[in-house]
């Protein structure tokens, strides 16, 4: 079991790590902070389900099964609706998860702790362009959290003044020998920070470059290019390990039409008759776009740490 030495003044970077880019992310998407659950019930559908592969962490309350959430995706859709937040404002959480089925690296371990955010948006904002409005958004706060955490820890800024943005498509056509993280390490590297577009739908090889759910990100829907998703990954440079590092995952949430398609395409249309699902299918959630970004990861990048157990409170049994 690895152990590291850690301090006082350890721990303080961490938090105001943390402080600082949570206040850069709700001043610049305009969010309201608030709390949120740690399991959910399995019968109302909110857990994610990510790749389909990923076993929840489940037991009963009061003979009802209920799950430790893997992301808080379509809670939070659901929570705006009751809140009934308006057209421009949203809500971020604290999220804390265990994924108990996680392949532990060097960036991830069981526990995952990540601002998971929504924000509500109009029908016709859901656009390419408001994906990378909101992208950016959020790159420009981790590139000023860098900043100021470089200040205080003499270190030398690393990501650019601007984000690339790029379509999966363009990606593979770019570096079609090398395999999707190949790809991704390649174009980190060579730009520094990345808007990766269109995670979840098939490339013209006939592969998809990573698997998404079917019930959250907008995978389907084309841009004017005719490529489809209107959802991102925010990818970075990493020179401690000299690889790319997924920093967020986000997405335009999916409408009825794009919830319908995905759920036929993934094999999963029983999901309708779920309590989330129903009400989606009915129109009585609003429209969103929404993401989570990696606590721990958004700690490591900006000082500069190769483990991840170096900044969450666990020992690394990888």
């Avoid at 006082?8 to 305009?30: D, G, M, Y």
């Avoid at 389900?49 to 893997?70: A, T």
């Avoid at 809140?83 to 089925?101: C, F, Q």
């Amino acid at each position: 079991m690895k152990t590291f030495k850690r301090s006082l003044a350890s721990e303080q970077l961490i938090t105001k790590s943390k402080e600082v880019f949570e206040t850069q992310l709700k001043e610049r998407l305009n969010l309201t902070k608030i709390n949120a659950p740690l399991f959910v019930s399995k019968e109302s559908g909110f857990n994610d389900n990510l790749n389909g592969i990923e076993r929840p962490v489940s037991f009963q309350l009061g003979g009802v099964d209920h799950e430790i959430v893997h992301s808080l995706a379509k809670w939070k859709r659901w929570y705006l609706g009751e809140l009934e937040v308006e057209k421009g404002k949203g809500i971020v959480t604290d999220m804390k998860a265990i994924r108990a089925d996680e392949e532990l690296s060097s960036i991830h371990s069981h526990l995952v702790d990540q601002w998971d955010w929504e924000k509500v948006i109009a029908k016709e904002e859901r656009t390419i362009d408001t994906l990378v409005a909101h992208g950016t958004a959020v790159f420009e706060a981790l590139r000023d959290t860098e900043k100021e955490m470089a200040s205080q820890i003499s270190r030398v800024v690393t990501l650019p003044e601007s984000l690339k943005v790029l379509h999966t498509e363009e990606l593979y056509q770019k570096y079609p020998a090398l395999t999707p993280k190949e790809r991704e390490h390649a174009i980190a590297k060579e730009f520094g920070a990345v808007l990766l577009l269109g995670i979840g739908g098939k490339l013209s090889s006939g592969e998809e470059h990573d698997l998404r759910a079917p019930d959250y990100d907008d995978w389907t829907t084309k841009d004017v290019q005719g490529r489809p998703g209107i959802n991102a990954d925010l990818l970075v440079w990493d020179s401690i390990r000299e690889k790319s590092l997924e920093i967020s995952s986000m997405g335009v949430r999916v409408d009825k039409e794009a919830l319908e398609l995905q759920l036929k395409l993934t094999g999963q249309e029983k999901r309708k008759e779920l309590p989330f699902h129903s009400a989606l299918l009915e129109g009585k959630l609003p429209y969103t776009i929404g993401g989570g970004i990696g606590q721990s990861r958004v700690v490591m990048f900006v000082n500069k740490r190769a483990e991840i157990s170096t900044v969450q409170p666990i020992f690394a049994t990888y």
